[in-house]
């Protein structure tokens, strides 16, 4: 068995064969990343025409040493636990990575390691690829750990929900109740979701900018999202939905809401007063209390829709996600919303249209990304992990990172260098700004 170049469209093609396969392994993909820097090289392992694994290389210049990273994302298409194959393409790319300068070759497979249910624990019984870990250790490959934190390149845990043979109604009955809860009072306020064009992708930016700034990390420049629309949008690969609220709307129905229930109250005491229905007093008290307590409620409400109005106008930007839809399944990438209007909790309608998405165009997956291992109360990222969990699916433990190392004593220099180089990025990026 050889390693060969092969054209983009002849990748894809075999790409798609695979159950590994995601946006990462894609000729756009490669191109997105060709325009910032990197170069694509797309390779399959043949034997008389048949091709037994195939992957998308990357690699990218280091200034200086005129050498260069490798890097497959998300790894390579191959069946990690056939050795003699695993084996074969290893010393195969090692060859083709060293004539290309490369200090070493970074993956990181999309495939699972062991079985968990939504608490994060294991599932007896369950699948378990060790074995796809210590053949790739056999062959030299450094791993970097089970990890539990988000400190890799791309997530190793994640939490995901099973769409491939269920009914909406099957999905939406593993949601927790408070999660159906907020779905229908987002609804009621008037909140809805659609598809942004590219000259809107400003609006985007406004709300990673928010959320960064929240969340305290850097954000990307806008014309890192525009080139991710240009090379992705056309294909159908990406998607951007923003969530609205309509003021106007949400009035409407608290008003209606409000009416219904005065006209309740009205009937309720007309019929008493006439003895039409048999009501003793405690109960009718009881449940006139009961009306007026909303009904004060929900003109507490139109005031606050008033304050609403006067200070957004008659709609106003909520939040946004940006989804990445290839393979078998839809996955959230990026997304965020606007700090003064977060009580409206914009992202759970975001996402069930995510999810709708996914089943209504025959998706095996809705992929929330990336979560933690650590399901402590403790850890500082739980409450990301409770608000994906409230949605029903599963914990997914991917297999992690590996380094196939080709130059010892480059890839310890890069390594070094490349701590320095971060270690200063990130305290240029919490020094304070100073104020005039």
């Given at each position: ?112 390691y062991k079985q968990h249910n939504r608490d994060g624990a294991l599932v007896e019984g369950g699948f378990d690829n060790s074995e796809a870990v ?218 069930f249209e995510g999810i709708k998405y996914a089943y209504e165009h025959h998706f095996s997956t809705y992929n929330f990304y990336g979560i933690t ?64």
């Amino acid at each position: 068995m050889k390693l060969v170049e092969i054209s983009s469209n002849k990748f894809q093609e075999l790409a798609k064969k695979s159950d590994q396969i995601t946006f990462h392994q894609t000729k756009q993909w490669g191109k997105l990343k060709e325009s910032n820097g990197w170069h694509a090289y797309y390779l399959s392992l043949e034997e008389k025409g048949k091709s037994y694994a195939c992957t998308l290389m990357l690699t990218k210049d280091i200034p200086i040493i005129k050498k260069r990273i490798c890097y497959c994302p998300r790894g390579f298409l191959i069946d990690y636990k056939n050795k003699k194959i695993l084996r074969n393409f290893t010393e195969e790319i090692k060859e083709f990575a060293k004539k290309k300068k490369g200090i070493f070759i970074k993956i990181d497979p999309y495939v699972p390691y062991k079985q968990h249910n939504r608490d994060g624990a294991l599932v007896e019984g369950g699948f378990d690829n060790s074995e796809a870990v210590e053949n790739l250790k056999e062959l030299e490959y450094k791993h970097f750990g089970f990890n539990l934190m988000q400190d890799t390149l791309q997530p190793r845990w994640m939490h995901t929900i099973p769409i491939k043979n269920r009914s909406m109604d099957e999905i939406m009955a593993d949601m927790e109740s408070k999660t159906r809860q907020i779905l229908r009072k987002n609804e009621r306020c008037g909140i809805t979701t659609r598809e942004i064009k590219r000259e809107e992708l400003s609006k985007f930016k406004d709300i990673m900018k928010h959320t960064s700034d929240r969340r305290e990390f850097v954000d990307r420049p806008l014309s890192y999202y525009e080139n991710m629309w240009d090379n992705l949008h056309k294909d159908g690969i990406l998607k951007i939905m923003i969530a609205e609220i309509d003021f106007d709307k949400y009035k409407e129905n608290v008003e209606q809401e409000r009416k219904k229930i005065l006209n309740e109250m009205k009937d309720r005491f007309t019929k008493k007063k006439n003895n039409t229905i048999k009501m003793n007093e405690k109960k009718f008290n009881s449940r006139q209390k009961q009306d007026e307590e909303n009904v004060l409620r929900l003109e507490k409400q139109l005031r606050e829709i008033e304050n609403y109005q006067y200070t957004y106008g008659h709609k106003a930007l909520l939040g946004g996600i940006l989804f990445l839809i290839y393979g078998n399944e839809v996955l959230s990438l990026y997304g965020g919303s606007m700090k003064s209007l977060m009580n409206f909790q914009s992202a759970y309608t975001l996402h069930f249209e995510g999810i709708k998405y996914a089943y209504e165009h025959h998706f095996s997956t809705y992929n929330f990304y990336g979560i933690t291992g650590d399901f402590r109360e403790e850890n500082p990222l739980y409450g990301l992990y409770l608000f994906k969990k409230s949605f029903g699916g599963e914990v997914v433990e991917l297999i992690g990172e590996f380094d196939l190392i080709l130059n010892k004593f480059w890839y310890r220099t890069y390594n070094f260098s490349f701590k320095v180089y971060h270690g200063l990025k990130n305290i240029k990026n919490k020094k304070p700004t100073k104020k005039n």
